[in-house]
């Protein structure tokens, strides 16, 4: 299994940046992708971002040009960095990342991230 924990969410002012970081621990060596959704109140968790493990991305289209999402396999870890925040970007943030057991692929999710972008 696949254990995460995401890091480095707050509270900043619309047009200033933050990055997080989700940590990934267990069975690392089975991890293919990883990446990012987000969850505002009230809405569906929608998805922002994701990384291979040979670091292929993809985006949604909302945060295109503002967000980048990165990779560390040494580290087992995943970056979000977030620029130019709009409070519409407000949301729980939660790293997540594709695994294979065998024949099998699962996914692990962490307990998420708040990211308040005030106008």
């Known amino acids: 299994q696949v254990q995460l924990v995401e890091s480095g969410g707050g509270l900043v002012q619309a047009g200033e940046s933050l990055r997080l970081s989700c940590v990934a621990s267990?069975?690392?060596?089975?991890?293919?992708?990883m990446g990012w959704h987000r969850q505002a109140p009230g809405k569906q968790r929608d998805f922002v971002a994701s990384?291979?493990?040979?670091?292929?991305?993809n985006y949604a289209d909302s945060v295109k040009g503002r967000f980048t999402i990165s990779r560390d396999n040494a580290k087992s870890t995943v970056y979000l960095q977030m620029n130019s925040l709009k409070p519409e970007d407000t949301a729980v943030y939660y790293c997540?990342?594709?695994?294979?057991?065998?024949?099998?692929?699962?996914?692990?999710w962490g307990q998420g991230t708040q990211v308040t972008v005030s106008s």
């Open positions: 997540y990342a594709d695994y294979s057991t065998g024949s099998v692929v699962r996914a692990s």
């Open positions: 267990g069975s690392i060596f089975s991890i293919n992708a």
């Open positions: 990384i291979t493990r040979s670091g292929t991305t």
